[in-house]
């Protein structure tokens, strides 16, 4: 499991980074257990993220807050 440190440790420091002044932490955390689910698939954390924000901006899920 200590693999997945390097997968893990971007999401969990840049989740850290937009949690302050964030107020809707539901949301901010939905988006990174997706982001995790897509890093177990095989994307590194910079596609996960990215994807994420795609799906936000086009409504591919409710998920989101959107």
């Given at each position: 499991m200590d693999d997945?440190?390097?997968y893990?440790?971007?999401l969990v420091n840049r989740?850290?980074?937009e949690?302050?002044?964030?107020?809707?932490?539901?949301?901010l955390f939905r988006k990174y257990i997706l982001a995790g689910v897509l890093l177990g698939?095989?994307?590194?954390?910079?596609?996960?993220?990215?994807e994420?924000?795609?799906w936000k901006k086009t409504g591919?899920?409710?998920l989101l807050g959107n």
């Open positions: 997945w440190n390097e893990i440790i971007p989740a850290q980074v949690a302050r002044g964030n107020n809707n932490t539901e949301n698939l095989g994307m590194n954390p910079r596609e996960a993220i990215e994420i924000e795609e591919a899920t409710k």
